[in-house]
Each structure stands twice: as structure tokens, then as C-alpha cells.
């Protein structure tokens, strides 16, 4: 009987949420019973943990007992133009791999992350006439359009041509939100398929204590790159004068130094930790944020909220408020969402977390959400599904 093949960009021991969601899901699979493989780049953030000690091209490793081809990558690197050559040599390598054991695979799931993965969607799906499940999270056209005003005429219109006919060619088109789902029958075209939207969950345990909610700080745990709008949310809390509560980041990312000169008595910025650390610091902390290009809608669903979640953290919005998040966020009254650059928004925020009142409410909605809906059982079977 033929494998089923996961290729992702990152995989553990890379601390990275896309990543350990792939592996928890193909772990899921596993114990259901099929016959699983996955296919990623070797560690490009926990480097020192990469196996490779020759020159070849791919090594092997394992995760709970699946076996995972690593394709031998360089560090991340924080420069767009060498990231795409990057990537564009991981998937030459990883097609590769998959021409040569082509035989071996029945089906592949592909999960979107780098943007550039619906290049192997096509050659897989037509070339080789594997069956393909497109596991697709952000619209990274829209999102360098709106974030970097990139639409500079041919390439990004191209790029969103080639994205479109991958998700149309695809055997299985899976989304997380139905907001995203709805942008795709009514801007991309793509009306002729069944599309799939499955919230995703936290590869991590749901923790089994909640945080203390009489503690005024707010996390941050993330990328700080320019679509998170990092530095508008904070310009806009400071012009507020709010003096109860407490602002902790941690991350990395390319605005990083810039977010870490706006270091104050109320802001703290410090350097990623690894997940098991950063609980360890930030159990306590009973806030957690979330903040979007103001530009940014159906495109883009920030992994860290399903990882704010397992924590058990209430969570505060800085987004668009037709984005995908902020309507999940709203839908199950697990915060509060503020609108970008308005402060009678922010303050309205800040005078319920002071008054409490609310807060117990938005606490018990997150853990029912964590005991009912994001739970890896329910998402490995709907994936399963579409076997």
C-alpha cells in the first residue's frame, strides 16, 4: 500500500507553530492507522540541531516515529530577496525527491507556507498526476500588495495567476477561516471547487492552569515584521496615557530593533524564547496580543492565536475589523478587538480590563473553545476526510 506524503517547509525540532502543526497532524494520521511520511527543510531557526554532518543534499530524522527527509537549507535569513532564492531551491530539491519516489506516494499534503509552494502543487498534480490536498493559510499576493504596496504590475500579477491555478488544479483546497473561503469563490475565481475551511489548534498541550487575571500585563510572542504593526499599536497605547498595564514582546523579525528602541518603563522588548521557556516566563500574564496591517483582512490568520489559546490567554485584537481573526475573536467573545489608529477604541479596551467585569466571561469562553473546537482530534479527522 502506497505512503502518504506531508511536505512542509519547517519541521521540529524548528520551534516554528506552522511547522509543529504539520507534525502533530501527520502524528494524528499515523495513529489512525496510515502509513505517513514527511518531506521539509532541515532546522533553519534551531540550527545546531540539524543531523546533516556531510555534503549531501538530504538527511533523514524522525518525529514520534514518523520518518521526516530533510532537505539540507540554510538559516532563515530576514532579507525578502534571498529568502525567495531560498525557497526556490528548497522546492527545486524537494521535487526532485518527489520525482524520484514518486511511486511510493498515493498522496501529498502541502501546506502553504512559503508562499512559492504552489510551484510544487502544479508539477506534482500535473506532471507527476499525484493526487495533492493544498493546505493553503495566507494570500501572500494580497498581503505583499497591501503591506508593502508591492503591486508593481507583471510580477504580482503573475504570482496570483500561478497561486490561483495551483488552488484550482488541486484535488483537496483546504482553508482556515470561512472568511477566506468566501474571498476565493468571489475574487480568485475558484467557484468550481469544494473548498475546505478547518480551524487550526496549537501543537502544544492546552495548559491546565489559567492565568492570573489580576495581573496587568499584555504578551506579544512572535515575528516583528512589518505586517504585524507592531509600532502603530504601540504609538497608539502610548498616546492613550493608560499607566495600569504593562507591555511584554518577545520575537524576532526584521522590525525587531526598530520596536526595541520604543522600549519604556511600561514596554519591555526581549530577544525569542523557545515555546517551553516563554510559558515558563509569561504563564502569568493574562493578555495576549494580536495586531495586523491595518490593510490586512481575509488574508492573513496569525498562528499565535490558537498558541495564545492553548496558553489560556484572553486575547486583544489590533486589527481590521472585517479581518478574519477579529470575526473568529468576536464569534466566540474571546476579547476584545480594537480598530487601528483609533484611541477612543483602545481606551474603551483598557477602561473593561480595568473594570473586570467582563473578563471572567471572555476566561471561560476560551477554555470551553480549547475543550470543544481547537483540539488536534477534530482537525486530524477532518483532514483525514480527505483521504
Not at 520596536?259 to 523557545?274: A, F, G, R, S, T
Not at 490568520?301 to 475589523?321: H, I, Q, R
Request: glycine share 4%.
Amino acid at each position: 500500500m502506497k505512503k502518504v506524503l506531508f511536505h512542509s517547509l519547517t519541521i521540529p525540532p524548528d520551534n516554528v507553530s506552522t511547522g509543529m502543526l504539520v507534525a502533530e497532524i501527520a502524528d494524528g494520521f499515523k495513529d489512525l492507522g496510515v502509513d505517513v511520511e514527511i518531506l521539509a527543510s532541515s532546522p533553519q531557526y534551531n540550527v545546531e540541531k540539524s543531523l546533516n554532518s556531510s555534503k549531501a543534499k538530504f538527511y533523514t530524522s524522525t518525529y514520534k516515529n514518523i520518518n521526516i527527509t530533510n532537505i539540507i537549507s540554510s538559516n532563515r535569513s530576514f532579507s525578502k530577496v534571498t529568502r525567495f532564492f531560498q525557497w526556490i531551491k528548497f522546492h527545486y530539491q524537494s521535487i526532485k525527491f518527489i520525482n524520484k519516489n514518486k511511486n511510493k506516494y498515493s498522496h501529498v499534503f502541502i501546506f502553504s507556507y512559503p508562499p512559492t509552494m504552489n510551484l510544487v502543487v502544479i508539477y506534482i498534480r500535473k506532471f507527476l498526476k499525484i493526487k495533492v490536498t493544498y493546505s493553503y493559510w495566507e494570500l501572500y499576493p494580497e498581503i505583499a500588495n497591501k503591506t508593502f504596496k508591492s503591486n508593481s504590475g507583471i510580477f504580482y500579477n503573475i504570482f496570483k495567476k500561478i497561486d490561483s491555478y495551483a488552488m484550482k488544479i488541486t484535488d483537496n483546497l483546504v482553508v482556515n477561516s470561512p472568511e477566506l473561503k468566501t474571498y476565493l469563490f468571489n475574487n480568485r475565481g475558484i467557484t468550481n471547487k469544494e473548498i475546505r475551511s478547518i480551524y487550526h489548534f496549537s501543537p502544544y498541550e492546552t495548559s491546565i492552569e489559567n492565568p492570573k487575571n489580576n495581573y496587568n500585563a499584555i504578551l506579544y510572542a512572535g515575528n516583528m515584521g512589518k505586517p504585524q504593526n507592531l509600532e502603530n499599536f504601540i504609538n497608539v497605547f502610548n498616546s492613550i496615557d493608560e499607566k495600569n498595564w504593562n507591555l511584554e514582546f518577545y520575537g524576532r523579525g526584521q522590525e525587531f530593533e526598530k520596536i526595541k528602541k520604543l522600549e519604556n518603563d511600561q514596554i519591555n522588548v526581549y530577544e525569542y524564547l523557545p515555546r517551553d521557556e516563554l510559558y515558563a516566563k509569561t504563564k502569568e500574564i493574562p493578555i495576549a496580543l494580536i495586531s495586523l496591517d491595518k490593510e490586512i483582512t481575509i488574508e492573513g490568520f496569525p498562528g499565535k492565536t490558537f498558541d495564545y489559546l492553548s496558553m489560556n490567554k484572553v486575547l486583544l485584537c489590533f486589527a481590521n475589523a472585517d479581518s478574519a481573526v477579529s470575526k473568529f475573536i468576536e464569534k466566540y467573545e474571546l476579547g476584545i478587538c480594537i480598530e487601528p489608529n483609533n484611541q477612543l477604541s483602545m481606551k474603551n479596551a483598557f477602561k473593561q480590563f480595568n473594570d473586570r467585569s467582563q473578563f471572567m466571561n471572555y476566561q471561560k469562553n476560551v477554555n470551553n473553545l480549547n475543550e470543544n473546537i481547537l483540539n488536534k482530534v477534530r482537525v486530524v479527522n477532518e483532514y483525514f476526510e480527505l483521504i
